[in-house]
T-cell receptor, first 117, second 113 residues
Framework: GAGVSQSPSNKVTEKGKDVELRCDPI?????LYWYRQSLGQGLEFLIY????????KSGLPSDRFSAERTGGSVSTLTIQRTQQEDSAVYLC???????????????FGEGSWLTVV | AQTVTQSQPEMSVQEAETVTLSCTYD???????LFWYKQPPSRQMILVIR??????QNATENRFSVNFQKAAKSFSLKISDSQLGDAAMYFCAYRSRHNKLIFGTGTLLAVQP
């Protein structure tokens, strides 16, 4: 696609329910990132994919959070048994990642706004 | 672990004036990239400028320029001739050799007409 696409753009869910957030990166981008941004806060790193593997999962806040990427393309972030503190914007980004420490531009989607009530 | 610090939660500038946003970072790596991103109310993250750590020359993009001080681990953004459309949240970011992108907490810039 032309840009990073995320869905849903907005999601309201009840506490305790599971949610899935989807990210469709720019075609050909091998690197994919998930970030969480709470209201008025900075971007909190969650997980990074290179192809289908996740070299860095250090930012996942708890075992209720998981992510996968299949076919080196679409990624899904799953939050199980949602809590009110999970309410935030979840941003996905992608880039070409050639070599170590690439300076290739990272492109962001418009985010999925999750509200847990 | 790398960290990025933005010590100015909010800044204000008059239209047509110049403003500088501060950013410091901590790392033990010698090769990395630094970025400034802009996030308007639409939430879309927009790349403003980037700097390769191995380059001594400061990056410039039209009205935006950086002051990169590698030894001091400082990476400030200067916006010249500020425009109303520059009002946004600005994030400084560090990209490590492992391609992990780490953000500061942001500076909210207001532009006064």
């Amino acid at each position: 696609g032309a840009g990073v696409s995320q869905s849903p753009s907005n999601k309201v869910t009840e506490k305790g329910k599971d949610v899935e957030l989807r990210c469709d990166p720019i075609s050909g981008h091998t690197a994919l990132y998930w970030y969480r941004q709470s209201l008025g806060q900075g971007l909190e790193f969650l997980i990074y994919f290179q192809g289908n593997s996740a070299p860095d999962k250090s930012g996942l806040p708890s075992d209720r959070f998981s992510a996968e990427r299949t076919g080196g393309s679409v990624s899904t972030l799953t939050i199980q048994r949602t809590q009110q503190e999970d309410s935030a914007v979840y941003l996905c980004a992608s880039s070409l990642a050639t070599g170590v420490g690439s300076g290739n531009t990272i492109y962001f989607g418009e985010g999925s706004w999750l509200t847990v009530v | 672990a790398q960290t990025v610090t933005q010590s100015q939660p909010e800044m204000s500038v008059q239209e047509a004036e110049t403003v500088t946003l501060s950013c410091t970072y901590d790392t033990s790596e010698s090769d990395y990239y630094l970025f400034w991103y802009k996030q308007p109310p639409s939430r879309q993250m927009i790349l403003v400028i980037r700097q390769e750590a191995y380059k001594q020359q400061n990056a410039t993009e039209n009205r935006f320029s950086v002051n990169f001080q590698k030894a001091a681990k400082s990476f400030s953004l200067k916006i010249s001739d500020s425009q109303l459309g520059d009002a946004a949240m600005y994030f400084c970011a560090y990209r490590s050799r492992h391609n992990k992108l780490i953000f500061g907490t942001g500076t909210l810039l207001a532009v006064q007409p």
